[in-house]
Nanobody, 114 residues
Framework: QVQVVESGGGLVQPGGSLRLSCVTSGFITFSYYVMSWYRQVPGKERELIAVNSGGQSNYADSVKGRFTMSRDNAKRTVYLQMNNLKAEDTAVYYC????????WGQGTQVTVSS
């Protein structure tokens, strides 16, 4: 059974940092999967913010230079290091795994507020 589980969200002050983790299980070959991070604010569409494929990460302009996505294929896990957080980064963050089909985690809330 495939599972995608995010963790690491929470409340942080503006300028602070958080590290999100996305642990997967049930994938036969995790390295084949394109892994992505999305975020969603109530009333808005889910926004793609980072993608890792073949070991290379790409970012949305809104997070470029502040967020870093990495993956550990041995642990079947991806990470999102978020630095210099801003109030507009407040959202539910989702991990997505895509290959033959897509899988989503349940999301983790990130709140940036003083």
């Amino acid at each position: 059974q495939v599972q995608v589980v995010e963790s690491g969200g929470g409340l942080v002050q503006p300028g602070g940092s958080l590290r999100l983790s996305c642990v997967t299980s049930g994938f036969i070959t995790f390295s084949y999967y394109v892994m992505s991070w999305y975020r969603q604010v109530p009333g808005k569409e889910r926004e793609l913010i980072a993608v890792n494929s073949g070991g290379q990460s790409n970012y949305a302009d809104s997070v470029k230079g502040r967020f870093t996505m990495s993956r550990d294929n041995a642990k079947r896990t991806v990470y999102l290091q978020m630095n210099n957080l801003k109030a507009e980064d407040t959202a539910v963050y989702y991990c997505n795994a895509g290959y033959a089909q897509e899988y989503w985690g349940q999301g983790t809330q990130v709140t940036v507020s003083s």
